[in-house]
Structures are given as structure tokens and as C-alpha cells.
């Protein structure tokens, strides 16, 4: 399995003194962050985060770096808090698959890094399933651009599901290949939280396909231990709308890959199909998507029965595989 990494040191990752009980929320929002004399948190737009040690093989990027907005940061910081997603000195691992929302994941995780109450690192892995259609190697200039490290992971997924697909759909098969490979890629590079990128809309979707085609209430987690028990998986923007990730993502340009998944993309799914109702019913209930965030709540948390590890909520037909954005 040839496996490439990108970048140097890890950057952003500030070890800042801060006092007990800090409110992510809060500090998630704030435009920068800056250590006084006292000890204490104050906002500035003109002053860095003070670091107490210096950052070992920074190298400055030549772009500029994208700066997530107010709106989406506020929204994940009060997931990060109200699901307890990230703690002091964790190394996260964002699954980076090319499209809008993993993209706008990783430069959330980015810019929280640089404001956070606590220190943590973030890289970023890519599967390359090599199926026609779909090439993501555009992605590592990017990222090394930016200084980012980043693991290219290839491997046949499409030639193994002929071989080893047996009564799965090839998304489910391809979603569980690949959380395998996330997995194996954290353990190797000693990264202990995975992060994926799915959104409040993509867990609506999974809620309605859950319920219709599986006849359980479920949905994906927030935030979960895996089996194996030695690794984490987060979701930090479980209240951000796919609107707002995709405005992003337009605004700064990021190099989206289309038709992340071209075996999914080629014909109409079930979850386009639920997204087309869910964009009906919001029209004639504004509130829909809020309504249906408190309603998921009870769903989201681990002590429900656990997710499975290839992102499934419904247990049959994999109709409800992990999106991946």
C-alpha cells in the first residue's frame, strides 16, 4: 500500500497557559486570541496567539492561509463542547476526501488550532480508491503548499469489490475499505482522533434513511471510540449546514474535487432522494433542520449502540454508507 507524506512539522499547534473551565464555544468565535500578562483571554485582530515554545521546522506558506467564517467556527465550537470532541495534546487525523466538506473541516481544525484552549495537532489523510473519474492528487501541492501533513493512501478498492464485495453494495463496501485504511494510516503516524466531515444535513439524511428503510432511530455520532478502543472519531460540524460549507468553499477558492465518489455520483441515490424531501419540507417549515438537530441529539451521543466502523446507521441495505463531503 504506497503511502506518501507531505510537509514538514505540524503547524498551528500553540501550547498556550490558560485557566480551567475554558468555554470552546467562546473561544471558537472569537477572532483571535491573545495571552495577556494576567493570565487571562482577551480578543485582538492584531496580535497573534502567544506561544510559549517556538514552532520547530515552520516554514511561512507562500498563500494565504483560507480563514473559515464566524458563522460555521461558532457553530462547531458549540459541537466540539457540547460532545467534548477535542483535548489537550490530541493528534487529529482529518479524512480529507477532496469535496467541500472535508476541506472546509480541515481549515476549521486549522484555524481553531490557532485560538484553542487547548493544544492539539491536525494532518489530513487521502484514500485514493482509483476509479475512474476521480483523482485526487492535485491535493497534495496544495496542501504542501500550506505545510499541511498529509498522507496519500492508493489502493484498488474498485478491483477488490469484485473479489470481495459478497452481499454489501459497493458504497458500503468502499466506505468500510476506507475507514480501515483511515484507521491503519492514524495508527502508523501516530494520530489518535480521526475527523470526518459530514454535516447536519448529511445527518438528516441518514436520520430519514434510518427510519424508512431500516425502522430503527438512528443516525451518525458526534463523537465516538472505536471498538478497538484506541481511536476516536469526531464529526465537529454536526450543526453546520451543507450551505454554508459549500459558500465557503466557493469564497476561498478551495480546490474542490468534483464527484468525490463517481460510483455514487453516476446514478440518482437515496440519499439525493432524501435531500430533495428534506429541501421541500424546509421550504414550508423554516425551522425544519433546527427542529430535527434537537430531535437527533439522544441519537448522536455514544451511549446509544455504537455506529459501525464503516460509517453504516442502517444495518441491512447500506443505504445509509457515510457520506463523505
Known sequence: MPTERHGGELVGTLRFAHPTGVNWRARCALPT???FSGGGWGDSDDHPPVATQPLSGYVPPTMNTPEVPKSIRRLAGRAI?????????????????????????????????????????????????????????????????????????????????????????????????????????????????????????????????????????????????????????????????????????AAAELPVIPDSCPACFAKPTEREHMKALLAREEDLHPRLFRNLRTAMDPLMRADDPPEREDGRAVPSSGVAAGHEG
Open 33 to 35: 486570541l491573545r495571552l
Open 81 to 249: 463542547a457540547d460532545f467534548d470532541m477535542i483535548r489537550e495534546g490530541d493528534r487529529i487525523l482529518v479524512g480529507l476526501s477532496g469535496g467541500k466538506d472535508s476541506l472546509t473541516l480541515l481549515w476549521l481544525l486549522r484555524n481553531l488550532a490557532r485560538r484553542a484552549p487547548v493544544r492539539f495537532e491536525v494532518g489530513a489523510v487521502t484514500i485514493d480508491p482509483r476509479i475512474e473519474g476521480f483523482d485526487p492528487g492535485r491535493l497534495r501541492d496544495y496542501l504542501a503548499a500550506f505545510g499541511v501533513p498529509y498522507f496519500f493512501v492508493s489502493e484498488p478498492i474498485a478491483e477488490l469489490a469484485e473479489r470481495h464485495m459478497g452481499k454489501d453494495s459497493f458504497c458500503a463496501f468502499c466506505a468500510r475499505m476506507k475507514r480501515g485504511l483511515i484507521y491503519r494510516t492514524a495508527r502508523e503516524q501516530g494520530y489518535n482522533v480521526i475527523a470526518l466531515g459530514q454535516h447536519l444535513d448529511d445527518l438528516a439524511e441518514s436520520f430519514l434513511m434510518s427510519a424508512f428503510h431500516g425502522g430503527q432511530l438512528r443516525t451518525m455520532k458526534a463523537h465516538y471510540r472505536i471498538d478497538a478502543g484506541d481511536l476516536r472519531v469526531i464529526r465537529p460540524l454536526v450543526y453546520v449546514r451543507e450551505r454554508q460549507t459549500r459558500d465557503f468553499a
